[in-house]
């Protein structure tokens, strides 16, 4: 059985104060996800995660945006595996669309982080996604199907089972469209068939999450899909009565 995910996505957002804040008043939204069986969790800026470990209660998880896969050198402006760790972070976003788009992240070097992560226990939450001119052109599956496998290249059953993937769709991040649960469903269970095809068994365990435009009206509708574990949501994490609202109506 896997257990229900709900990861916050605050980008570029919130000062270390805004942060701290969010994490102070969400200790009972915390014990409540824990009480229902639901993992839940927010991912701020690297600058903001110390200050959200320390306010918030044990069961949030915390998450870093990226990472770079290398432990220490010359590559100014990057933060390692080994200083997240040392601030107790032990999940990390890798792949996000935006990052692909503006930071020129590609499936090898995901698959770099990936490995890197895992290699020091971490849990990466791996975005996959097809831009609106793949979707109109029917490549979707062609597309996911590409950055899942090369993303996850060389790696085996046992260091996958903790893996999160999320599938979200470009062109319903940040717009408003979201994507149909026929489509989540449809792409999450294709996503499930690679990974069976790939590390077997264990794909029943990986959690795959939807994203893009998830809201508290929406959110049920999602993961009433059997092969939608959770979600990642971005505008509708940011204040905590909608975050609150996301939870509550997945009770
Ligand atoms: P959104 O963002 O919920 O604001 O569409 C989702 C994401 O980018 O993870």
Same mark, same amino acid.
């Given at each position: 059985?896997?257990?229900?995910?709900?990861? /916050?996505?605050?980008?570029?957002?919130?000062?270390?104060?805004?942060? %701290?804040?969010?994490?102070?008043?969400?200790?009972?939204?915390?014990?409540?996800?824990?009480?229902?069986?639901?993992?839940?969790?927010?991912?701020?800026?690297?600058?903001? =995660?110390?200050?959200?470990?320390?306010?918030?209660?044990?069961?949030? @998880?915390?998450?870093?945006?990226?990472?770079?896969?290398?432990?220490?050198?010359?590559?100014? /402006?990057?933060?390692?595996?080994?200083?997240?760790?040392?601030?107790?972070?032990?999940?990390?976003?890798?792949?996000?669309?935006?990052?692909?788009?503006?930071?020129?992240?590609?499936?090898?070097?995901?698959?770099?982080?990936?490995?890197? =992560? @895992?290699?020091?226990?971490?849990?990466?939450?791996?975005?996959?996604?097809?831009?609106?001119?793949?979707?109109?052109? /029917?490549?979707?599956? %062609?597309?996911?199907?590409?950055?899942?496998?090369?993303?996850?290249?060389?790696?085996?059953?046992?260091?996958?089972?903790?893996?999160?993937?999320?599938?979200?769709?470009?062109?319903?991040? /940040?717009?408003? %469209?979201?994507?149909?649960?026929?489509?989540?469903?449809? @792409?999450?269970?294709?996503?499930?068939? @690679?990974?069976?095809?790939?590390?077997?068994?264990?794909?029943?365990?990986?959690?795959?999450?939807?994203?893009?435009?998830?809201?508290?009206?929406?959110?049920?509708?999602?993961?009433?899909?059997?092969?939608?574990?959770?979600?990642?949501?971005?505008?509708?994490?940011?204040?905590?009565?909608?975050?609150?609202? =996301?939870?509550?109506?997945? =009770?």
């Amino acid at each position: 059985m896997r257990r229900k995910l709900l990861l /916050g996505n605050w980008k570029m957002n919130k000062l270390i104060s805004e942060a %701290k804040e969010f994490a102070l008043a969400s200790h009972e939204l915390a014990d409540l996800a824990t009480k229902s069986n639901i993992d839940l969790g927010v991912a701020p800026t690297f600058l903001s =995660l110390q200050a959200v470990k320390e306010a918030a209660n044990k069961n949030m @998880i915390v998450a870093a945006q990226n990472c770079h896969y290398l432990p220490n050198g010359a590559y100014t /402006g990057e933060v390692s595996i080994p200083m997240l760790k040392e601030l107790g972070i032990s999940w990390c976003i890798i792949g996000h669309s935006e990052r692909r788009t503006y930071d020129n992240e590609t499936n090898e070097k995901c698959n770099l982080k990936i490995k890197a =992560l @895992i290699e020091n226990e971490m849990v990466p939450v791996y975005c996959v996604g097809e831009t609106l001119a793949q979707f109109e052109a /029917g490549e979707t599956k %062609k597309v996911v199907g590409e950055q899942v496998r090369n993303g996850l290249k060389d790696l085996t059953a046992e260091q996958v089972k903790n893996l999160v993937v999320a599938y979200e769709p470009v062109w319903s991040i /940040g717009t408003g %469209k979201n994507a149909s649960s026929e489509i989540a469903e449809n @792409i999450c269970g294709f996503i499930r068939d @690679i990974l069976k095809e790939m590390f077997g068994k264990v794909s029943e365990e990986i959690r795959i999450l939807y994203g893009g435009s998830v809201k508290p009206v929406n959110v049920k509708e999602y993961l009433s899909c059997p092969n939608v574990d959770g979600a990642l949501v971005g505008g509708a994490s940011l204040k905590i009565d909608s975050y609150k609202e =996301l939870v509550t109506n997945i =009770l």
